[in-house]
T-cell receptor, first 114, second 113 residues
C-alpha cells in the first residue's frame, strides 16, 4: 500500500523568500508523483507531475519539484514566493501499474507574509 | 469546456436524510473518483470508477453508494446522513490512458446536523 507524508502542516514565509514544501512517500512499486494547489474555497488544481524521465520537473507559477528515488521524496520548491501563492498544497502518489487510484497527503498550508 | 461540474455547492442535511451529490464531466474522461476533504486529513478516496458500468470502493466507502451509467455522470449517494459525513466532497476525473493528473470539480460543502 502507498502512503504520503507531508512533513509540515503550515509554512509561513515572507514575500520574495524561497520556500520548500516537503513530501515523502512509501510504495513497494514504481510511482507517479503529483503536487496540487488549492486556493481558498476552490477545488484542487494540478501544479506539476513526475511520470518518468528527468527527476527535476517544472510546473505552473514558477514551482518545481525534484524526485529522489533513494530518499523516496518529492519536495516542492519556489525560489521567490508571492502573496498570491498563499494556498494549501497537496502531494499525491499513484502506482504506475495500479490503475489511477491516487493517495493524497494531509496538505501543507503556505502562508506568504508581506 | 465546463470541465467537472458539481452540484450543489452547499447543502445542509438532517441526520438520517438521504441525498445525491451530482458530478458531471464533458471531457470524455474514463476514470472518475469521489474524495472527501477533512481538516488535517487531506483527501480520502470514497469510490471510483474506471468506466461506465464499473465502480469500486476506496478508503472510506461506508455510508456512500455510487453508480456510473454513462461516461459523463458519476453521482454519489448518501444513504442515511450522519454528522461524521460533514465534509467537503470533491469529484475528479482522468482521461484514462496514463495518469496525467486529476481535473477536479469545485466541491460540495455538506453539513449534517
Amino acid at each position: 500500500a502507498q502512503s504520503v507524508t507531508q512533513l509540515d502542516s503550515q509554512v509561513p514565509v515572507f514575500e520574495e523568500a524561497p520556500v520548500e514544501l516537503r513530501c515523502n512517500y512509501s510504495s513497494s512499486v514504481s510511482v507517479y508523483l503529483f503536487w496540487y494547489v488549492q486556493y481558498p474555497n476552490q477545488g484542487l488544481q494540478l501544479l506539476l507531475k513526475y511520470l518518468s524521465g528527468s527527476t527535476l520537473v517544472k510546473g505552473i507559477n514558477g514551482f518545481e519539484a525534484e524526485f529522489n528515488k533513494s530518499q523516496t521524496s518529492f519536495h516542492l520548491r519556489k525560489p521567490s514566493v508571492h502573496i498570491s501563492d498563499t494556498a494549501e498544497y497537496f502531494c499525491a502518489v499513484s502506482e504506475e501499474t495500479g490503475g489511477f487510484k491516487t493517495i493524497f497527503g494531509a496538505g501543507t498550508r503556505l502562508f506568504v507574509k508581506a | 469546456n465546463a470541465g467537472v461540474t458539481q452540484t450543489p455547492k452547499f447543502q445542509v442535511l438532517k441526520t438520517g436524510q438521504s441525498m445525491t451529490l451530482q458530478c458531471a464531466q464533458d471531457m470524455n474522461h474514463e476514470y472518475m473518483s469521489w474524495y472527501r476533504q477533512d481538516p488535517g486529513m487531506g483527501l480520502r478516496l470514497i469510490h471510483y470508477s474506471v468506466g461506465a458500468g464499473i465502480t469500486d470502493q476506496g478508503e472510506v466507502p461506508n455510508g456512500y453508494n455510487v453508480s456510473r451509467s454513462t461516461t459523463e455522470d458519476f453521482p454519489l449517494r448518501l444513504l442515511s446522513a450522519a454528522p461524521s459525513q460533514t465534509s467537503v466532497y470533491f469529484c475528479a476525473s482522468i482521461l484514462g490512458t496514463v495518469n496525467y493528473g486529476y481535473t477536479f470539480g469545485s466541491g460540495t460543502r455538506l453539513t449534517v446536523v
